[in-house]
C-alpha cells in the first residue's frame, strides 16, 4: 500500500490521505483516469445510438445501445460504484461484472443475426 503525496496548489498545499493498494500510487491513478475515459467514451457512443434511435425508430440501434452499455459502462459502474460502496465480497462484484458483459455481448449478438 502506498499513500498519495500532498498536491501544491498555489500557497495551499492538499493533503491526500487516500491509501492505494495494486501498486503504486501513480499507477493506481493511471488506471482511474483510463477507467474514467472509458467510461466516457463508452457512455457518448451509447447516447449516440440512443438519439439515432430517437429519430429512426430503428430497434437495433436501441439494442445495440444496450449491449454497448451492458458490455462497458454497466460492470465500471457495478464494480467502483455500487459493490465498492457496499463493501460486497469480490466473488459477488465477479459475477455481476460477468453477467452484465455476458448480457451485453448476447444483446449485440442478437441484434447483429436479426
Do not use: C
Not at 13 to 23: A, K, N
Request: hydrophobic share 60%.
Amino acid at each position: 500500500m502506498s499513500t498519495l503525496p500532498p498536491i501544491s496548489v498555489g500557497a495551499v498545499t492538499l493533503p491526500f490521505q487516500i491509501e492505494v493498494t495494486g501498486g503504486s500510487a501513480p499507477t493506481v491513478a493511471a488506471v482511474f483516469a483510463l477507467l474514467a475515459v472509458t467510461m466516457a467514451l463508452s457512455l457518448l457512443i451509447t447516447v449516440r445510438l440512443v438519439r439515432g434511435y430517437a429519430r429512426t425508430s430503428a430497434r437495433p440501434l436501441l439494442l445495440l445501445a444496450v449491449g454497448l452499455f451492458l458490455l462497458t459502462a454497466a460492470p465500471t459502474i457495478v464494480q467502483l460504484g455500487f459493490l465498492n460502496a457496499l463493501a460486497a465480497p469480490s466473488a459477488h462484484r465477479m459475477v455481476l461484472v460477468t453477467t452484465a458483459k455476458l448480457a451485453g455481448l448476447l444483446t449485440i449478438l442478437y441484434t447483429i443475426h436479426q
